[in-house]
């Protein structure tokens, strides 16, 4: 891996370096244009670099988790409960469809991935390689910011509802048909068949929700009807009133 590494630095540099050499060398030919062309050239160079800096780390390292993954799961809620049981057990909660394509197949790369769409903001490969290795993600209406994140990274569009009393949580599911939501505590049981293909968005409302511990997140499933977790996702538990909570604030102020 350090040798692929290596040999990836060294052709970056060899390409940076012949970059430099050759625009200098047709600034030397030309009366008066060495300065305005060093400029250029060294405008260049910076351009590519920061461009480098957004696709990798800043040095060769492993990473087994992201630094947000690190954070989150530090409000793990304990004492979980196995599936199954959950799924003899739990309450089964309604879930609305809002999206649903079986023939989605998930692309190996997206043009708003590459370096120089928007400064680079989902360029990142070790962002890329973790939305790659997940099939369950989950988020809710409450920021254009994060919307646009979530939506460009998942590379799924769907529309969102900012119910003032009835907050969503949106939860984009792949190659997965999900049957049945289960919930018990802090725990969310997302049922479904493995598919090849296919994307499913579905809405649960956070009413319906019960977490037994606020101070911890809520652990979202996704299991096959046996009872075998596929994924998983974590994320705050947010209250119905959210918005109306936004709204009252803003008038405070």
Do not use: C
């Not at 060398?25 to 480098?52: F, I, M, T, W």
């Not at 196995?82 to 609305?96: L, V």
């Not at 919930?183 to 994307?199: A, C, L, S």
């Amino acid at each position: 891996m350090s040798k692929v590494r290596n040999g990836y630095v060294l052709s970056i540099s060899i390409l940076l370096a012949s970059s430099v050499f050759f625009s200098s060398s047709y600034a030397q030919g030309l009366p008066n244009s060495h300065a305005s062309d060093s400029k250029e050239v060294n405008k260049r160079v910076e351009e590519l670099e920061k461009r480098l800096n957004q696709l990798e780390p800043p040095e060769p390292i492993s990473i087994i988790k992201s630094p947000e993954e690190v954070e989150t799961e530090k409000y793990y809620p304990s004492d979980t409960i196995p599936i199954p049981e959950i799924m003899d057990n739990g309450t089964k909660i309604p879930f609305n469809v809002i999206k649903n394509d079986p023939n989605y197949k998930r692309p190996v790369y997206e043009e708003h991935w590459h370096s120089t769409y928007w400064g680079g903001r989902w360029s990142y490969v070790p962002n890329r390689i973790h939305y790659a290795l997940h099939r369950l993600f989950t988020t809710y209406d409450i920021g254009i910011s994060g919307e646009l994140n979530f939506k460009q990274n998942v590379s799924i569009d769907f529309p969102m509802f900012q119910n003032k009393t009835d907050l969503d949580l949106y939860i984009v599911v792949f190659q997965t048909t999900v049957t049945d939501v289960y919930t018990i505590g802090n725990q969310v049981i997302v049922v479904g068949t493995p598919e090849r293909n296919g994307v499913q968005v579905l809405t649960v409302k956070t009413g319906d929700l019960h977490p037994s511990d606020l101070r911890k997140l809520l652990l979202i499933q996704l299991a096959t009807p046996l009872g075998h977790e596929l994924d998983y996702s974590l994320i705050v538990y947010e209250s119905p009133d959210f918005w109306l909570k936004q709204i009252q604030k803003a008038k405070e102020r």
